[in-house]
Each structure stands twice: as structure tokens, then as C-alpha cells.
């Protein structure tokens, strides 16, 4: 069985993975108790050591006002010490699986979706940061896979915290009957997380390079939390009342970073729309 090193073991993507994937890997968790990302060196040797034959890393602060604040800091834990263990794979002959983001794109003025051929442009620091691990691992390593991921959401399971998600925060919304905002000035790709994790076997095993994993959406990311609040059952009054439009943010320059996943789909993977996305996430949990 293959030994699979798993960071960011306890946050809700890599739980997933451990969930929907257990008996056909075995899994080595790696958590911030094991190994500081603070310290690229002592990163390098850990994963050096650790015995895996694949590293899945997803470990990342992805505050994006903790990058903003520290970029120093953060730096060494998103850039450095991923680039440490994509380091420790060359040297072991082992394969890394990293989880990069959409936010590559979001300093670009043109509309998505963007395929791996688009040269990334990020005006955050979080993004800069997964930009310049993709580059390195694209320059430096013949074995490896990177996986863009668009914003992800799903829902609680026994011992699985969600990550906060487009269908969570209507949820909230509709559970506490509390109105909340959604931008009218942004269009992004939203993916059921379920989707990696019951693909992860297909994903390790991609041929080496750079893939968008993304299911499609055309709708802004208000009409989608409207979308989300119809398909709960909330009547129409709700949705008035509740979620609401927010027109200032992102004003000055409306965001469009989705993802062309044309290449992921035709390597395999299933992928398919926002609209489906949340009917099988929906259906899942029993609604």
C-alpha cells in the first residue's frame, strides 16, 4: 500500500482526503506539531526522513490579511518551506502533490476563465506566494503535480470541520435568519470538495505538470448564494431579505479569476458545474 504523507492532516480538504480514501492509502499525517513551517530547513530534512512515497501538501496559511500583515512570516510557511519539501522529493526520487490556488489570478484585468497556459498575476501576497512554488516545481522537479483548486465547499461530517464555503455561509444565513452580503463584482469557480477527495487516487496518479481543478460557473458570486439559498427550499421572501447584494466591494475592479479545468477533464477527471456541484453536495448530505 502507498504511503501517503498528508500535511495540513487536521484542516478540511486533507480530512477529506483521509475519509474518503482510507484502505487504499496509508496515510502519514503530518500537523504543525510535527514539523514548524516557520523553519524551511528543518522542513526539508523532516520530509527528507519521513519515509513517504507520495507527499500530498496542503498545509498553507491562507489568511489573506495574515499575509498582508506578515508577509515575511508567511513567506516562510506558504513559499519557503513548501519549496523545501518539493526540495526533499527531488531528493528522495518521490512524487509531491501540492495544492495551489486560484488566487494566482486575481490581479488580471481580463475575464476567465484562464487555462495552465496564463502566466499568473496576483495582487495578494497569499497568491505570490503559491504562484512562486508552482514556478520553482515547474522549473525545478520532473515529478509532481499542481493542483489549482477554486474556492471549495461542502458540509460537516463526524470528525470534518468545512473550510468557510459558499453553501455554509447561506446556510448560516438561513439558520439564524441574519441577512449577509455576497458581491455582485465577482465571478470565481466553486467546487464540492467531495469531488478531489473521491478522485484523490485519479489525481496522485496524473501525468506530471500544472492542472486546473475547477467545476464551471458563469454566475456571480451573488447570484450564486442566491442560487445555494432556492436549492436549500427558501422561499422567495427569504432570499430577498436575506441574501443580499453587496455592490461596493471590489468596485474599483471586478474580479474574474475562474478556471479553465478543460485539461484536468480530458486527463480523467470528473468535473462538471457549480449548478451540479451543489445538487450532489445537497443530495449527499440529505436535503
Given at each position: 500500500?502507498?504511503?501517503?504523507?498528508?500535511?495540513?492532516?487536521?484542516?478540511?480538504?486533507?480530512?477529506?482526503?483521509?475519509?474518503?480514501?482510507?484502505?487504499?492509502?496509508?496515510?502519514?499525517?503530518?500537523?504543525?506539531?510535527?514539523?514548524?513551517?516557520?523553519?524551511?530547513?528543518?522542513?526539508?530534512?523532516?520530509?527528507?526522513?519521513?519515509?513517504?512515497?507520495l507527499v500530498f501538501h496542503t498545509?498553507?496559511?491562507?489568511?489573506?490579511?495574515?499575509?498582508?500583515?506578515?508577509?515575511?512570516?508567511?513567506?516562510?510557511?506558504?513559499?519557503?518551506?513548501?519549496?523545501?519539501?518539493?526540495?526533499?522529493?527531488?531528493?528522495?526520487?518521490?512524487?509531491?502533490?501540492?495544492?495551489?490556488?486560484?488566487?494566482?489570478?486575481?490581479?488580471?484585468?481580463?475575464?476567465?476563465?484562464?487555462?495552465?497556459?496564463?502566466?499568473?498575476?496576483?495582487?495578494?501576497?497569499?497568491?505570490?506566494?503559491?504562484?512562486?512554488?508552482?514556478?520553482?516545481?515547474?522549473?525545478?522537479?520532473?515529478?509532481?503535480?499542481?493542483?489549482?483548486?477554486?474556492?471549495?465547499?461542502?458540509?460537516?461530517?463526524?470528525?470534518?470541520?468545512?473550510?468557510?464555503?459558499?453553501?455554509?455561509?447561506?446556510?448560516?444565513?438561513?439558520?439564524?435568519?441574519?441577512?449577509?452580503?455576497?458581491?455582485?463584482?465577482?465571478?470565481?469557480?466553486?467546487?464540492?470538495?467531495?469531488?478531489?477527495?473521491?478522485?484523490?487516487?485519479?489525481?496522485?496518479?496524473?501525468?506530471?505538470?500544472?492542472?486546473?481543478?475547477?467545476?464551471?460557473?458563469?454566475?456571480?458570486?451573488?447570484?450564486?448564494?442566491?442560487?445555494?439559498?432556492?436549492?436549500?427550499?427558501?422561499?422567495?421572501?427569504?432570499?430577498?431579505?436575506?441574501?443580499?447584494?453587496?455592490?461596493?466591494?471590489?468596485?474599483?475592479?471586478?474580479?474574474?479569476?475562474?478556471?479553465?479545468?478543460?485539461?484536468?477533464?480530458?486527463?480523467?477527471?470528473?468535473?462538471?458545474?457549480?449548478?451540479?456541484?451543489?445538487?450532489?453536495?445537497?443530495?449527499d448530505f440529505g436535503w
Open positions: 500500500m502507498q504511503r501517503v504523507a498528508i500535511t495540513g492532516a487536521t484542516g478540511y480538504l486533507a480530512s477529506l482526503v483521509q475519509l474518503y480514501n482510507r484502505g487504499l492509502f496509508e496515510f502519514l499525517p503530518v500537523s504543525r506539531a510535527d514539523v514548524d513551517y516557520s523553519r524551511p530547513e528543518e522542513v526539508e530534512h523532516f520530509f527528507t526522513t519521513i519515509g513517504a512515497d498545509a498553507a496559511n491562507a489568511t489573506t490579511a495574515a499575509c498582508e500583515n506578515d508577509p515575511v512570516g508567511t513567506d516562510l510557511v506558504n513559499r519557503d518551506s513548501a519549496i523545501a519539501i518539493a526540495r526533499a522529493c527531488k531528493v528522495t526520487g518521490k512524487r509531491m502533490v501540492f495544492i495551489s490556488t486560484e488566487q494566482v489570478f486575481n490581479g488580471l484585468a481580463v475575464p476567465g476563465p484562464f487555462d495552465e497556459s496564463v502566466e499568473p498575476c496576483s495582487v495578494t501576497r497569499y497568491g505570490q506566494q503559491k504562484a512562486a512554488v508552482d514556478a520553482w516545481m515547474h522549473e525545478s522537479l520532473e515529478d509532481y503535480v499542481t493542483v489549482r483548486l477554486s474556492w471549495m465547499f461542502g458540509m460537516a461530517l463526524p470528525g470534518v470541520k468545512p473550510s468557510p464555503g459558499i453553501v455554509g455561509n447561506v446556510l448560516h444565513a438561513l439558520r439564524t435568519n441574519t441577512p449577509a452580503k455576497f458581491t455582485c463584482n465577482e465571478r470565481r469557480c466553486m467546487t464540492y470538495a467531495q469531488r478531489l477527495a473521491s478522485q484523490f487516487a485519479k489525481v496522485c496518479s496524473l501525468p506530471s505538470g500544472l492542472y486546473h481543478f475547477a467545476s464551471s460557473n458563469d454566475l456571480t458570486t451573488f447570484e450564486s448564494a442566491r442560487l445555494v439559498a432556492r436549492r436549500f427550499g427558501a422561499s422567495e421572501d427569504d432570499v430577498e431579505r436575506l441574501i443580499l447584494p453587496d455592490t461596493e466591494r471590489y468596485t474599483d475592479r471586478f474580479r474574474d479569476f475562474r478556471l479553465d479545468a478543460r485539461k484536468a477533464q480530458s486527463a480523467g477527471i470528473d468535473l462538471g458545474s457549480f449548478v451540479d456541484d451543489v445538487e450532489l453536495c445537497l443530495r
